[in-house]
């Protein structure tokens, strides 16, 4: 069974910061990458930031390049997402994802961000 843990999330006023936080664990379970996404009024998934578990390789949506940083924590399976300059538009549940090679795809519960003045 995978369980995750998320946390991080809140509210924040416009040029605000928050760090959002997941680890991901189960018996015998090899992760390759994880990341985070969030989803548009459209409902469609939109990456925010994800990177492979070894070499260290990211990737960032436009939208926040810049002022997001994904980052892989000490402990195995854990990575964080530093969001500077946060904007009202970045208002959303962020959804922890988790892929375990190609065909096995994990998702966390997800934690609200709220940015306003």
């Known amino acids: 069974q995978v369980q995750f843990v998320e946390s991080g999330g809140g509210s924040v006023q416009p040029g605000g910061s928050l760090r959002l936080s997941c680890a991901v664990s189960?018996?015998?379970?090899?992760?390759?990458?994880m990341g985070w996404y969030r989803q548009s009024p459209g409902n469609q998934w939109e990456l925010v930031a994800g990177?492979?578990?070894?070499?260290?390789?990211?990737k960032y949506g436009d939208s926040v390049k810049g002022r997001f940083t994904i980052s892989r924590g000490d402990a195995k399976n854990t990575v964080y997402l530093q969001m500077n300059n946060l904007q009202p538009e970045d208002s959303d549940v962020y959804y922890c994802?988790?892929?375990?090679?190609?065909?096995?795809?994990?998702w966390g519960q997800g934690t609200q961000v709220t940015v306003s003045s």
């Open positions: 990177m492979l578990l070894s070499g260290e390789i990211t």
């Open positions: 189960g018996s015998s379970l090899y992760i390759s990458a």
């Open positions: 994802k988790a892929e375990a090679g190609a065909a096995t795809t994990y």
